[in-house]
Protein backbone atom coordinates (compact mmCIF):
# COMPACT_ATOMS: atom_id res chain seq x y z
CA UNK A 1 0.00 0.00 0.00
CA UNK A 2 3.17 2.28 0.77
CA UNK A 3 4.70 1.77 -2.31
CA UNK A 4 1.07 2.55 -4.11
CA UNK A 5 1.24 6.03 -2.59
CA UNK A 6 4.51 6.41 -3.37
CA UNK A 7 4.13 5.86 -7.42
CA UNK A 8 1.23 8.14 -6.96
CA UNK A 9 3.28 10.71 -5.66
CA UNK A 10 5.68 10.13 -8.16
CA UNK A 11 3.57 9.71 -10.92
CA UNK A 12 0.46 11.80 -10.46
CA UNK A 13 -0.85 10.58 -13.89
CA UNK A 14 -0.90 6.97 -13.42
CA UNK A 15 2.18 4.35 -13.56
CA UNK A 16 3.83 4.23 -17.20
CA UNK A 17 2.72 1.14 -18.85
CA UNK A 18 6.52 0.19 -19.13
CA UNK A 19 7.17 0.51 -15.17
CA UNK A 20 3.48 -1.72 -14.30
CA UNK A 21 4.79 -5.17 -12.83
CA UNK A 22 8.58 -4.58 -13.34
CA UNK A 23 10.06 -5.96 -10.31
CA UNK A 24 12.79 -3.36 -10.05
CA UNK A 25 10.40 -0.37 -9.55
CA UNK A 26 9.44 -2.37 -6.53
CA UNK A 27 13.56 -2.62 -5.53
CA UNK A 28 14.16 1.17 -6.47
CA UNK A 29 11.04 1.79 -4.00
CA UNK A 30 12.56 -0.23 -1.24
CA UNK A 31 15.74 1.77 -1.53
CA UNK A 32 13.92 5.34 -1.78
CA UNK A 33 12.35 4.43 1.50
CA UNK A 34 15.92 3.50 3.14
CA UNK A 35 17.32 6.98 1.80
CA UNK A 36 17.47 10.51 3.87
CA UNK A 37 16.03 13.37 3.20
CA UNK A 38 19.57 14.75 1.63
CA UNK A 39 19.69 12.10 -0.33
CA UNK A 40 16.37 12.20 -1.36
CA UNK A 41 16.99 15.94 -2.57
CA UNK A 42 19.76 14.74 -4.60
CA UNK A 43 18.04 11.40 -6.05
CA UNK A 44 17.10 13.54 -9.03
CA UNK A 45 20.54 15.16 -9.54
CA UNK A 46 21.87 11.66 -9.18
CA UNK A 47 19.36 10.04 -11.70
CA UNK A 48 19.57 12.51 -14.25
CA UNK A 49 23.64 12.34 -14.19
CA UNK A 50 23.01 8.48 -14.28
CA UNK A 51 21.24 9.14 -17.13
CA UNK A 52 23.31 11.17 -19.24
CA UNK A 53 26.32 8.41 -18.07
CA UNK A 54 24.48 6.38 -19.55
CA UNK A 55 23.19 7.81 -22.74
CA UNK A 56 26.70 8.64 -23.31
CA UNK A 57 28.02 5.50 -22.82
CA UNK A 58 25.04 4.19 -25.07
CA UNK A 59 25.90 6.54 -27.45
CA UNK A 60 29.73 5.07 -27.40
CA UNK A 61 28.55 1.68 -27.38
CA UNK A 62 26.38 1.94 -30.53
CA UNK A 63 29.14 4.40 -32.11
CA UNK A 64 32.00 2.09 -31.22
CA UNK A 65 29.50 -1.40 -32.53
CA UNK A 66 27.13 0.35 -34.61
CA UNK A 67 27.92 -2.74 -37.50
CA UNK A 68 27.04 -5.50 -34.80
CA UNK A 69 23.86 -3.36 -34.24
CA UNK A 70 23.02 -2.81 -37.82
CA UNK A 71 23.69 -7.24 -37.99
CA UNK A 72 21.37 -7.59 -35.00
CA UNK A 73 18.49 -5.62 -36.41
CA UNK A 74 19.28 -7.49 -39.83
CA UNK A 75 18.74 -10.43 -37.98
CA UNK A 76 16.16 -9.73 -35.85
CA UNK A 77 14.41 -8.72 -38.56
CA UNK A 78 15.36 -11.84 -40.51
CA UNK A 79 14.02 -13.85 -37.66
CA UNK A 80 10.94 -11.98 -37.49
CA UNK A 81 10.40 -12.77 -40.93
CA UNK A 82 10.93 -16.29 -40.17
CA UNK A 83 9.19 -16.92 -37.36
CA UNK A 84 5.85 -15.43 -39.67
CA UNK A 85 6.75 -17.55 -42.52
CA UNK A 86 6.57 -20.27 -39.67
CA UNK A 87 4.13 -19.33 -37.86
CA UNK A 88 1.96 -19.41 -41.60
CA UNK A 89 3.42 -22.89 -41.93
CA UNK A 90 2.68 -23.97 -38.67
CA UNK A 91 -1.19 -22.93 -39.30
CA UNK A 92 -1.01 -24.59 -42.60
CA UNK A 93 0.10 -27.59 -41.33
CA UNK A 94 -2.38 -27.38 -38.15
CA UNK A 95 -5.45 -26.91 -41.13
CA UNK A 96 -3.62 -29.69 -42.74
CA UNK A 97 -3.77 -32.08 -39.83
CA UNK A 98 -7.39 -33.68 -40.01
CA UNK A 99 -6.88 -35.00 -43.44
CA UNK A 100 -3.35 -36.13 -42.89
CA UNK A 101 -4.72 -38.18 -40.08
CA UNK A 102 -7.74 -38.92 -42.06
CA UNK A 103 -4.61 -40.58 -44.85
CA UNK A 104 -2.81 -42.06 -42.29
CA UNK A 105 -5.62 -44.10 -41.55
CA UNK A 106 -6.63 -44.98 -44.97
CA UNK A 107 -2.46 -46.05 -45.29
CA UNK A 108 -2.90 -48.11 -42.32
CA UNK A 109 -6.16 -49.75 -43.74
CA UNK A 110 -4.72 -50.37 -46.93
CA UNK A 111 -1.30 -51.22 -45.31
CA UNK A 112 -3.26 -54.44 -43.30
CA UNK A 113 -5.42 -54.98 -47.32
CA UNK A 114 -2.21 -55.52 -48.93
CA UNK A 115 -0.37 -57.55 -45.99
CA UNK A 116 -3.77 -59.78 -45.56
CA UNK A 117 -3.02 -59.85 -49.85
CA UNK A 118 0.45 -60.50 -49.42
CA UNK A 119 -0.30 -63.47 -47.26
CA UNK A 120 -2.78 -65.00 -49.03
CA UNK A 121 -0.38 -64.70 -52.39
CA UNK A 122 1.82 -66.30 -50.07
CA UNK A 123 0.00 -69.22 -49.77
CA UNK A 124 -1.64 -69.13 -53.40
CA UNK A 125 2.44 -69.76 -54.23
CA UNK A 126 2.69 -72.02 -51.55
CA UNK A 127 -0.11 -74.17 -53.06
CA UNK A 128 0.34 -73.26 -56.28
CA UNK A 129 0.11 -76.67 -57.59
CA UNK A 130 -3.24 -77.70 -56.16
CA UNK A 131 -4.95 -74.66 -57.69
CA UNK A 132 -3.56 -75.41 -60.57
CA UNK A 133 -5.27 -78.67 -60.79
CA UNK A 134 -8.56 -76.77 -59.84
CA UNK A 135 -8.76 -74.54 -62.39
CA UNK A 136 -7.71 -76.95 -65.27
CA UNK A 137 -10.51 -78.88 -64.45
CA UNK A 138 -13.19 -77.42 -67.35
CA UNK A 139 -9.99 -78.24 -70.13
CA UNK A 140 -9.34 -81.39 -68.64
CA UNK A 141 -12.98 -82.65 -68.78
CA UNK A 142 -13.35 -80.83 -72.17
CA UNK A 143 -10.19 -82.78 -73.61
CA UNK A 144 -12.29 -86.38 -71.89
CA UNK A 145 -14.73 -85.47 -73.93
CA UNK A 146 -13.31 -83.96 -77.27
CA UNK A 147 -11.09 -87.85 -76.97
CA UNK A 148 -13.85 -90.02 -76.02
CA UNK A 149 -13.00 -90.86 -72.73
CA UNK A 150 -16.59 -90.24 -70.84
CA UNK A 151 -15.61 -92.31 -68.14
CA UNK A 152 -13.26 -89.81 -66.92
CA UNK A 153 -15.30 -87.03 -67.61
CA UNK A 154 -18.05 -88.34 -65.27
CA UNK A 155 -15.70 -88.49 -62.33
CA UNK A 156 -14.36 -84.88 -62.92
CA UNK A 157 -18.04 -83.63 -63.31
CA UNK A 158 -19.11 -85.54 -59.75
CA UNK A 159 -16.07 -84.36 -57.78
CA UNK A 160 -16.79 -80.74 -59.34
CA UNK A 161 -20.34 -81.36 -58.28
CA UNK A 162 -19.22 -81.83 -54.63
CA UNK A 163 -16.64 -79.12 -54.49
CA UNK A 164 -19.47 -76.38 -55.77
CA UNK A 165 -22.19 -77.95 -52.91
CA UNK A 166 -19.18 -77.13 -50.01
CA UNK A 167 -17.38 -74.03 -51.29
CA UNK A 168 -19.31 -72.72 -54.70
CA UNK A 169 -21.11 -70.15 -52.88
CA UNK A 170 -17.97 -68.59 -50.73
CA UNK A 171 -15.59 -68.69 -53.69
CA UNK A 172 -16.30 -67.68 -57.15
CA UNK A 173 -13.77 -69.09 -59.00
CA UNK A 174 -14.65 -72.25 -57.89
CA UNK A 175 -18.67 -70.95 -59.20
CA UNK A 176 -17.18 -70.35 -62.50
CA UNK A 177 -15.64 -73.68 -62.56
CA UNK A 178 -18.59 -75.30 -61.81
CA UNK A 179 -20.71 -73.63 -64.54
CA UNK A 180 -18.01 -74.49 -66.67
CA UNK A 181 -18.26 -77.61 -66.04
CA UNK A 182 -21.54 -77.97 -66.16
CA UNK A 183 -21.85 -76.43 -69.48
CA UNK A 184 -19.56 -79.20 -70.71
CA UNK A 185 -21.82 -81.69 -68.95
CA UNK A 186 -24.54 -80.63 -71.24
CA UNK A 187 -22.09 -81.15 -74.26
CA UNK A 188 -21.16 -84.47 -73.09
CA UNK A 189 -24.87 -85.26 -73.14
CA UNK A 190 -25.55 -84.39 -76.89
CA UNK A 191 -22.47 -86.29 -77.67
CA UNK A 192 -23.68 -89.19 -76.22
CA UNK A 193 -26.91 -88.86 -77.83
CA UNK A 194 -25.70 -87.98 -81.12
CA UNK A 195 -23.56 -91.20 -81.14
CA UNK A 196 -26.48 -93.31 -80.75
CA UNK A 197 -27.41 -91.77 -84.08
CA UNK A 198 -25.19 -93.76 -85.63
CA UNK A 199 -24.76 -97.70 -86.81
CA UNK A 200 -23.25 -99.21 -83.21
CA UNK A 201 -22.99 -102.49 -82.39
CA UNK A 202 -24.42 -104.06 -78.68
CA UNK A 203 -21.28 -103.29 -76.55
CA UNK A 204 -21.22 -99.71 -77.81
CA UNK A 205 -25.06 -99.21 -77.58
CA UNK A 206 -24.79 -100.75 -73.53
CA UNK A 207 -21.36 -98.91 -72.74
CA UNK A 208 -23.46 -95.01 -74.22
CA UNK A 209 -26.40 -96.00 -72.52
CA UNK A 210 -24.56 -96.94 -69.60
CA UNK A 211 -22.80 -93.15 -69.20
CA UNK A 212 -26.65 -91.22 -69.74
CA UNK A 213 -27.84 -93.70 -66.93
CA UNK A 214 -24.82 -92.27 -65.18
CA UNK A 215 -25.69 -88.79 -65.47
CA UNK A 216 -28.93 -88.84 -63.94
CA UNK A 217 -30.69 -86.84 -67.32
CA UNK A 218 -33.63 -88.07 -68.45
CA UNK A 219 -35.87 -90.72 -66.44
CA UNK A 220 -36.15 -94.54 -67.36
CA UNK A 221 -39.11 -93.97 -69.83
CA UNK A 222 -37.32 -90.41 -71.20
CA UNK A 223 -34.42 -92.65 -71.66
CA UNK A 224 -36.22 -95.36 -73.86
CA UNK A 225 -37.67 -93.37 -75.88
CA UNK A 226 -34.55 -90.85 -76.67
CA UNK A 227 -32.96 -94.47 -77.49
CA UNK A 228 -35.97 -94.97 -80.10
CA UNK A 229 -35.88 -91.89 -81.16
CA UNK A 230 -31.94 -91.67 -81.98
CA UNK A 231 -31.86 -95.15 -83.47
CA UNK A 232 -35.00 -94.16 -85.77
CA UNK A 233 -33.23 -91.42 -87.14
CA UNK A 234 -30.39 -93.56 -88.25
CA UNK A 235 -32.79 -96.23 -89.47
CA UNK A 236 -34.37 -93.43 -91.18
CA UNK A 237 -31.15 -91.92 -92.89
CA UNK A 238 -29.78 -95.32 -94.20
CA UNK A 239 -33.25 -95.67 -95.74
CA UNK A 240 -32.80 -92.58 -97.83
CA UNK A 241 -29.63 -93.22 -98.81
CA UNK A 242 -31.56 -95.53 -100.90
CA UNK A 243 -31.29 -95.00 -104.89
CA UNK A 244 -35.21 -94.21 -105.48
CA UNK A 245 -34.85 -94.04 -109.27
CA UNK A 246 -35.09 -98.06 -109.47
CA UNK A 247 -38.77 -99.60 -107.98
CA UNK A 248 -36.92 -102.96 -107.94
CA UNK A 249 -33.68 -102.25 -106.41
CA UNK A 250 -34.97 -99.59 -104.21
CA UNK A 251 -37.86 -102.14 -102.60
CA UNK A 252 -35.00 -104.73 -102.44
CA UNK A 253 -32.31 -102.57 -100.76
CA UNK A 254 -34.92 -101.45 -97.89
CA UNK A 255 -36.07 -104.86 -97.09
CA UNK A 256 -32.37 -105.98 -96.43
CA UNK A 257 -31.89 -102.65 -94.70
CA UNK A 258 -34.67 -102.36 -92.75
CA UNK A 259 -34.82 -106.34 -91.73
CA UNK A 260 -31.26 -106.15 -90.67
CA UNK A 261 -31.25 -102.74 -89.00
CA UNK A 262 -34.39 -103.21 -86.90
CA UNK A 263 -33.58 -106.70 -86.08
CA UNK A 264 -30.25 -105.03 -84.62
CA UNK A 265 -32.24 -101.66 -83.06
CA UNK A 266 -34.86 -104.70 -81.45
CA UNK A 267 -31.85 -106.96 -79.62
CA UNK A 268 -30.01 -103.33 -78.53
CA UNK A 269 -33.35 -102.39 -76.99
CA UNK A 270 -34.11 -105.55 -75.17
CA UNK A 271 -30.62 -106.37 -74.04
CA UNK A 272 -30.66 -102.46 -72.65
CA UNK A 273 -34.25 -102.36 -70.93
CA UNK A 274 -34.85 -106.16 -70.36
CA UNK A 275 -38.48 -106.09 -69.39
CA UNK A 276 -39.50 -107.66 -66.56
CA UNK A 277 -42.45 -110.07 -66.32
CA UNK A 278 -45.15 -107.99 -64.28
CA UNK A 279 -44.03 -104.49 -65.15
CA UNK A 280 -47.36 -103.82 -66.37
CA UNK A 281 -49.30 -105.32 -63.75
CA UNK A 282 -47.15 -103.41 -60.69
CA UNK A 283 -45.56 -100.21 -62.19
CA UNK A 284 -47.99 -97.37 -62.42
CA UNK A 285 -48.09 -95.09 -65.37
CA UNK A 286 -45.71 -92.34 -65.05
CA UNK A 287 -45.64 -88.69 -66.52
CA UNK A 288 -43.75 -88.41 -69.79
CA UNK A 289 -43.09 -84.40 -70.65
CA UNK A 290 -46.53 -83.82 -69.39
CA UNK A 291 -48.34 -86.69 -71.03
CA UNK A 292 -48.93 -90.37 -68.72
CA UNK A 293 -47.32 -92.74 -70.94
CA UNK A 294 -46.36 -96.45 -70.15
CA UNK A 295 -42.83 -96.81 -71.29
CA UNK A 296 -43.19 -100.41 -71.67
CA UNK A 297 -45.41 -99.44 -74.73
CA UNK A 298 -43.22 -97.13 -76.28
CA UNK A 299 -41.39 -99.80 -78.16
CA UNK A 300 -44.16 -101.51 -79.48
CA UNK A 301 -45.09 -98.18 -80.54
CA UNK A 302 -42.43 -97.46 -82.33
CA UNK A 303 -42.12 -101.20 -83.89
CA UNK A 304 -45.48 -101.29 -84.85
CA UNK A 305 -44.67 -97.81 -86.78
CA UNK A 306 -41.87 -98.74 -88.02
CA UNK A 307 -43.65 -102.00 -89.78
CA UNK A 308 -46.53 -99.86 -90.91
CA UNK A 309 -43.87 -97.35 -92.71
CA UNK A 310 -42.22 -100.40 -94.33
CA UNK A 311 -45.53 -101.55 -95.31
CA UNK A 312 -46.07 -98.30 -96.99
CA UNK A 313 -42.92 -98.26 -99.01
CA UNK A 314 -43.63 -101.76 -99.95
CA UNK A 315 -47.21 -101.05 -101.07
CA UNK A 316 -45.56 -97.59 -103.14
CA UNK A 317 -42.80 -99.77 -104.95
CA UNK A 318 -44.92 -102.36 -105.57
CA UNK A 319 -47.62 -99.41 -107.13
CA UNK A 320 -44.56 -98.48 -109.22
CA UNK A 321 -44.03 -101.63 -110.30
CA UNK A 322 -41.60 -104.06 -109.79
CA UNK A 323 -39.69 -106.88 -112.47
CA UNK A 324 -40.47 -109.77 -110.21
CA UNK A 325 -43.35 -109.81 -107.57
CA UNK A 326 -42.41 -113.13 -106.40
CA UNK A 327 -38.65 -112.76 -105.64
CA UNK A 328 -40.05 -109.70 -103.67
CA UNK A 329 -42.49 -111.45 -102.18
CA UNK A 330 -40.15 -114.00 -100.90
CA UNK A 331 -37.79 -111.90 -99.55
CA UNK A 332 -40.75 -110.11 -97.48
CA UNK A 333 -42.04 -113.37 -96.23
CA UNK A 334 -38.72 -114.01 -94.65
CA UNK A 335 -38.41 -110.75 -93.46
CA UNK A 336 -41.48 -111.39 -91.87
CA UNK A 337 -40.26 -114.61 -90.93
CA UNK A 338 -37.66 -113.79 -88.94
CA UNK A 339 -39.00 -111.23 -86.91
CA UNK A 340 -41.12 -113.81 -85.41
CA UNK A 341 -38.17 -114.32 -83.24
CA UNK A 342 -38.48 -111.27 -81.96
CA UNK A 343 -42.52 -111.81 -81.40
CA UNK A 344 -42.91 -109.25 -84.61
CA UNK A 345 -44.26 -111.80 -86.91
CA UNK A 346 -45.87 -109.71 -89.47
CA UNK A 347 -46.59 -111.62 -92.33
CA UNK A 348 -50.21 -111.43 -92.29
CA UNK A 349 -49.85 -107.77 -93.25
CA UNK A 350 -48.05 -108.39 -95.78
CA UNK A 351 -49.91 -110.64 -97.72
CA UNK A 352 -53.26 -108.51 -98.53
CA UNK A 353 -50.53 -105.98 -99.89
CA UNK A 354 -49.43 -108.26 -102.82
CA UNK A 355 -53.21 -109.54 -103.33
CA UNK A 356 -54.16 -106.09 -103.98
CA UNK A 357 -51.29 -105.15 -106.28
CA UNK A 358 -51.68 -108.84 -107.53
CA UNK A 359 -55.14 -107.82 -108.73
CA UNK A 360 -55.01 -104.56 -109.69
CA UNK A 361 -51.62 -105.44 -111.97
CA UNK A 362 -53.61 -108.40 -113.37
CA UNK A 363 -56.83 -106.23 -114.36
CA UNK A 364 -54.69 -103.59 -115.72
CA UNK A 365 -53.63 -106.20 -117.95
CA UNK A 366 -57.03 -107.53 -118.76
CA UNK A 367 -57.93 -103.81 -119.53
CA UNK A 368 -55.39 -103.58 -121.89
CA UNK A 369 -56.18 -106.30 -123.85
CA UNK A 370 -59.97 -105.25 -123.94
CA UNK A 371 -58.80 -102.27 -125.44
CA UNK A 372 -56.42 -103.96 -127.77
CA UNK A 373 -59.25 -106.62 -128.58
CA UNK A 374 -61.68 -103.40 -129.52
CA UNK A 375 -58.94 -102.05 -131.89
CA UNK A 376 -58.57 -105.15 -133.78
CA UNK A 377 -62.15 -106.12 -134.07
CA UNK A 378 -62.58 -102.29 -135.30
CA UNK A 379 -59.63 -102.99 -138.28
CA UNK A 380 -61.24 -106.78 -138.55
CA UNK A 381 -62.94 -107.28 -141.91
CA UNK A 382 -65.03 -110.62 -143.46
CA UNK A 383 -64.61 -109.58 -146.70
CA UNK A 384 -62.75 -112.44 -148.74
CA UNK A 385 -61.78 -114.35 -145.54
CA UNK A 386 -60.99 -117.44 -145.79
CA UNK A 387 -60.46 -119.81 -142.71
CA UNK A 388 -57.87 -122.40 -142.92
CA UNK A 389 -58.68 -124.12 -139.73
CA UNK A 390 -62.02 -126.11 -139.46
CA UNK A 391 -63.10 -127.19 -136.32
CA UNK A 392 -64.97 -130.79 -136.06
CA UNK A 393 -68.47 -130.90 -134.97
CA UNK A 394 -68.64 -131.27 -131.51
CA UNK A 395 -70.99 -133.56 -129.61
CA UNK A 396 -71.62 -135.28 -126.12
CA UNK A 397 -69.07 -137.33 -126.85
CA UNK A 398 -66.15 -135.04 -127.79
CA UNK A 399 -67.23 -132.87 -125.05
CA UNK A 400 -66.62 -135.62 -122.71
CA UNK A 401 -63.06 -136.63 -124.89
CA UNK A 402 -61.84 -132.86 -124.57
CA UNK A 403 -62.71 -132.56 -120.68
CA UNK A 404 -60.31 -135.41 -120.37
CA UNK A 405 -57.39 -133.95 -122.45
CA UNK A 406 -57.75 -130.88 -120.43
CA UNK A 407 -54.00 -130.89 -119.40
CA UNK A 408 -53.28 -129.87 -122.67
CA UNK A 409 -52.98 -125.98 -122.47
CA UNK A 410 -51.88 -125.14 -126.60
CA UNK A 411 -54.15 -122.68 -127.34
CA UNK A 412 -56.82 -123.85 -130.38
CA UNK A 413 -56.15 -123.37 -133.81
CA UNK A 414 -58.93 -122.14 -134.91
CA UNK A 415 -57.97 -118.84 -133.40
CA UNK A 416 -55.44 -118.51 -135.90
CA UNK A 417 -58.36 -117.61 -138.33
CA UNK A 418 -59.64 -114.80 -136.62
CA UNK A 419 -56.86 -112.33 -135.57
CA UNK A 420 -58.88 -110.59 -133.12
CA UNK A 421 -59.63 -113.49 -130.78
CA UNK A 422 -56.04 -114.94 -131.65
CA UNK A 423 -54.92 -111.68 -130.35
CA UNK A 424 -56.97 -111.66 -127.01
CA UNK A 425 -56.06 -114.75 -126.51
CA UNK A 426 -52.44 -114.56 -126.23
CA UNK A 427 -53.29 -111.32 -124.25
CA UNK A 428 -55.18 -113.81 -121.89
CA UNK A 429 -52.32 -116.27 -121.58
CA UNK A 430 -49.69 -113.26 -121.17
CA UNK A 431 -51.61 -111.75 -118.51
CA UNK A 432 -52.04 -115.49 -116.78
CA UNK A 433 -48.48 -116.53 -117.27
CA UNK A 434 -47.54 -113.13 -115.04
CA UNK A 435 -50.40 -114.27 -112.73
CA UNK A 436 -48.74 -117.46 -112.14
CA UNK A 437 -45.57 -116.91 -111.14
CA UNK A 438 -47.36 -115.20 -108.25
CA UNK A 439 -50.65 -116.24 -107.66
CA UNK A 440 -52.44 -116.12 -104.65
CA UNK A 441 -55.03 -118.32 -103.92
CA UNK A 442 -57.05 -114.76 -102.51
CA UNK A 443 -57.26 -113.65 -106.04
CA UNK A 444 -58.81 -116.68 -107.57
CA UNK A 445 -62.49 -115.10 -107.42
CA UNK A 446 -61.14 -111.81 -109.21
CA UNK A 447 -59.26 -113.50 -111.39
CA UNK A 448 -62.38 -115.62 -112.63
CA UNK A 449 -65.02 -112.36 -112.41
CA UNK A 450 -62.22 -110.26 -114.64
CA UNK A 451 -62.20 -112.77 -116.88
CA UNK A 452 -65.80 -113.21 -116.87
CA UNK A 453 -66.12 -109.54 -117.53
CA UNK A 454 -63.87 -109.19 -120.27
CA UNK A 455 -65.46 -112.41 -122.14
CA UNK A 456 -68.59 -111.28 -121.70
CA UNK A 457 -67.84 -107.72 -123.04
CA UNK A 458 -66.31 -109.40 -126.03
CA UNK A 459 -69.20 -111.15 -126.77
CA UNK A 460 -71.47 -108.05 -126.68
CA UNK A 461 -68.45 -106.46 -129.12
CA UNK A 462 -69.17 -109.54 -131.54
CA UNK A 463 -72.53 -108.85 -131.43
CA UNK A 464 -72.21 -104.77 -132.07
CA UNK A 465 -69.96 -105.95 -134.96
CA UNK A 466 -72.82 -107.98 -136.34
CA UNK A 467 -75.27 -105.81 -135.97
CA UNK A 468 -73.23 -102.96 -137.66
CA UNK A 469 -72.00 -104.97 -140.65
CA UNK A 470 -75.00 -107.66 -141.26
CA UNK A 471 -76.61 -105.62 -143.73
CA UNK A 472 -73.81 -105.98 -146.14
CA UNK A 473 -73.03 -109.00 -145.71
CA UNK A 474 -72.83 -112.11 -148.06
CA UNK A 475 -73.58 -115.52 -147.94
CA UNK A 476 -69.73 -116.44 -146.99
CA UNK A 477 -69.25 -113.30 -144.89
CA UNK A 478 -72.19 -114.96 -143.10
CA UNK A 479 -70.55 -118.76 -142.52
CA UNK A 480 -67.04 -117.03 -141.47
CA UNK A 481 -69.02 -114.66 -138.67
CA UNK A 482 -70.62 -117.96 -138.05
CA UNK A 483 -67.70 -119.66 -137.54
CA UNK A 484 -65.99 -116.70 -135.50
CA UNK A 485 -68.95 -116.74 -132.96
CA UNK A 486 -68.68 -120.56 -132.67
CA UNK A 487 -64.68 -120.31 -132.03
CA UNK A 488 -65.36 -117.83 -129.18
CA UNK A 489 -67.87 -119.74 -127.65
CA UNK A 490 -66.75 -123.21 -128.34
CA UNK A 491 -62.84 -122.93 -128.40
CA UNK A 492 -61.92 -119.88 -126.59
CA UNK A 493 -64.40 -119.49 -123.65
CA UNK A 494 -63.41 -123.31 -122.61
CA UNK A 495 -59.79 -122.84 -123.34
CA UNK A 496 -59.64 -119.65 -120.86
CA UNK A 497 -61.51 -122.02 -118.42
CA UNK A 498 -58.87 -124.41 -118.61
CA UNK A 499 -56.24 -121.80 -118.23
CA UNK A 500 -57.48 -120.44 -115.55
CA UNK A 501 -57.39 -124.01 -113.48
CA UNK A 502 -54.01 -124.20 -114.69
CA UNK A 503 -53.57 -121.65 -112.61
CA UNK A 504 -55.49 -122.30 -109.53
CA UNK A 505 -56.39 -125.92 -109.41
CA UNK A 506 -59.44 -126.80 -108.09
CA UNK A 507 -57.99 -129.65 -106.10
CA UNK A 508 -55.93 -126.99 -104.52
CA UNK A 509 -58.54 -124.67 -103.73
CA UNK A 510 -60.80 -127.44 -102.42
CA UNK A 511 -57.94 -128.68 -99.94
CA UNK A 512 -57.66 -125.43 -98.69
CA UNK A 513 -60.84 -124.58 -98.19
CA UNK A 514 -62.09 -127.99 -97.23
CA UNK A 515 -64.68 -128.23 -99.13
CA UNK A 516 -65.42 -130.76 -102.54
CA UNK A 517 -65.31 -130.21 -105.81
CA UNK A 518 -68.94 -130.41 -106.14
CA UNK A 519 -69.40 -127.43 -103.58
CA UNK A 520 -66.88 -125.76 -105.71
CA UNK A 521 -68.42 -125.61 -108.75
CA UNK A 522 -71.60 -124.70 -106.94
CA UNK A 523 -70.23 -121.98 -105.26
CA UNK A 524 -68.79 -121.09 -109.24
CA UNK A 525 -65.33 -120.64 -107.38
CA UNK A 526 -62.88 -120.42 -110.11
CA UNK A 527 -65.36 -121.32 -112.81
CA UNK A 528 -66.95 -118.94 -115.88
CA UNK A 529 -70.37 -118.76 -116.44
CA UNK A 530 -70.27 -119.74 -119.71
CA UNK A 531 -74.03 -119.55 -120.70
CA UNK A 532 -73.70 -115.72 -119.30
CA UNK A 533 -71.10 -115.11 -121.61
CA UNK A 534 -72.65 -116.43 -124.70
CA UNK A 535 -76.13 -114.84 -124.19
CA UNK A 536 -75.64 -112.33 -126.61
CA UNK A 537 -74.38 -114.62 -129.37
CA UNK A 538 -77.03 -117.00 -128.66
CA UNK A 539 -79.07 -116.87 -131.24
CA UNK A 540 -75.88 -116.58 -133.53
CA UNK A 541 -74.58 -120.07 -132.85
CA UNK A 542 -75.07 -122.72 -134.79
CA UNK A 543 -77.53 -125.64 -133.84
CA UNK A 544 -75.55 -128.10 -134.55
CA UNK A 545 -73.45 -127.59 -131.73
CA UNK A 546 -74.31 -128.77 -128.42
CA UNK A 547 -73.65 -126.35 -125.75
CA UNK A 548 -73.15 -127.75 -122.37
CA UNK A 549 -74.70 -125.47 -119.64
CA UNK A 550 -73.24 -125.48 -116.91
CA UNK A 551 -74.65 -127.08 -113.48
CA UNK A 552 -77.63 -125.05 -111.61
CA UNK A 553 -76.47 -124.44 -108.42
CA UNK A 554 -78.27 -125.44 -105.48
CA UNK A 555 -76.94 -122.29 -103.91
CA UNK A 556 -76.78 -118.82 -104.82
CA UNK A 557 -73.19 -117.83 -106.43
CA UNK A 558 -71.46 -116.15 -103.43
CA UNK A 559 -69.06 -113.36 -105.33
CA UNK A 560 -66.37 -112.43 -104.01
CA UNK A 561 -65.50 -115.11 -101.72
CA UNK A 562 -61.95 -114.04 -99.57
CA UNK A 563 -59.79 -116.38 -99.76
CA UNK A 564 -56.86 -116.71 -97.78
CA UNK A 565 -53.79 -116.12 -99.65
CA UNK A 566 -50.96 -119.18 -99.94
CA UNK A 567 -47.64 -117.90 -98.76
Not at 76 to 96: C, M, N, P, Y
Not at 287 to 313: D, E, M, Y
Not at 493 to 518: E, K
Not at 533 to 548: A, D
Request: proline residues 5%; hydrophobic residues 40%.
Amino acid sequence: MENERVLKLIFPDGVPDNLRGNPELDNYLAKLGTCKVDQLKKEQTRLADETKRILEQTQELAISNYKTFITTAENSRSIFHEFQKAEEQVDTLIGKLPTFSDKCEQFLKDSAELTEQRRLNSTTLHKNAQLLEILELPQLMERCIREGRYEEALELASYVQRLGQHQGHLIPVVHSIVRSVEALWHTMLVQLVAQLRMDLQLPKCLQIVGYLRRMQAFGDNELKLKFLQARDAWLTSCLEAIPTKDAQQHLTKTIEVTRINLFNIITQYRAIFPEEENVGKSTPLKPLQGVSCNGNRLFQAWLHNKINGFLLTLESDLERGVNSIETVLGQCMYFGLSFSRVGADFRALIAPIFVSVVRHKFEASIGQVNENFEQELDKFTLINKVTLHSRKQLDTAALSSSEQKSESYAPPETLLDFYPLAALCNGYLNALNELRLCAPFAVATDVTRCLQQSLQLVAQRVLAFYRQEQQAFTGNERETFIKLCSCLAYDLVPYVQRCIHGVFPPQSISVHLGISLLQLEQQQLTFLQQQQILEPLKHLLPTKVLIQPSPVPTVEPTKNVPVPAEG
